[in-house]
């Protein structure tokens, strides 16, 4: 009867809680985006729990047939591809919809790129504001930017690798110089941290356009200004490879 948001793994297989797994196990049926992607990790940990896609584009049709499932007394586990559903994943709809009819919900804690990336950016994580996607446009952009420039807290976004450089310009024209930091395929593999400032991320990745998912962090509004960019700062970057 209950519905379950649930966590799921952002690149490595083993970043799911056990209770995640039990849950996704005893469920009656597993909302997901792609079945295909749910599978491979239902595979991984040996559950045959009954899969429905539930993604942007059928959200609204789905969320009634979901909805009546709950209602029936089924317990339904809602995840994305990776990661926190809702949190600029689908979701939404049906969660608001099983709270509008009195269904009891429960969101399980788990992976999420942006508590990830802010974890170990090295900028402060006192309070911060979660953008996600800002849009592919920069006129629009822009304006989004504009609005932020007062922020005083870290503000994460979530983009593109081949929006990255644009983004970054973008942001600097806008919110001025300011530290920055670039997360790239957490937990994975090539994890990777480029620390700097919008002006020395900028650069760099104008030289190199990266591959993979990535999370930008930026400073809030500095209480005094900063020098301008130096180019002898150097970047701090860290690659890290994960073998096991
Ligand atoms: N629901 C997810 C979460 O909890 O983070 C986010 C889903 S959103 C559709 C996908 C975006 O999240 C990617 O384009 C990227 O910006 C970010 N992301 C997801 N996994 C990541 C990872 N392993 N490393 C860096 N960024 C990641």
Redesign the pocket.
Known sequence: MPLYVV?TP??HLEDITYRAVRVLREADLIACEDTRRTRQLLHHYGISTPLISYHEHNERQRTGELLERLRAGDTIALV??????L???PGGQLLRAAIDAGLPVSALPG????T??LSAAGLSAEGFHFVGFLPPKSATRRKALEALADEPVTMVF???PHRLLAFLQDALTILGDRPAVV??????LHETYVRGTLATLTAHFGAETPR????VLIDGKPTVPLPPPDDTILLAEIERGIAE
């Not at 992976?111 to 942006?114: I, K, R, S, V």
């Open positions: 966590p952002i690149g994305s591809d990776a990661g926190t559903p949190i600029s994943d992976p999420c790129a942006a990830t990336a979530y983009e593109a997360a790239r395929e957490l937990t994975k993979g998912e990535i999370v």
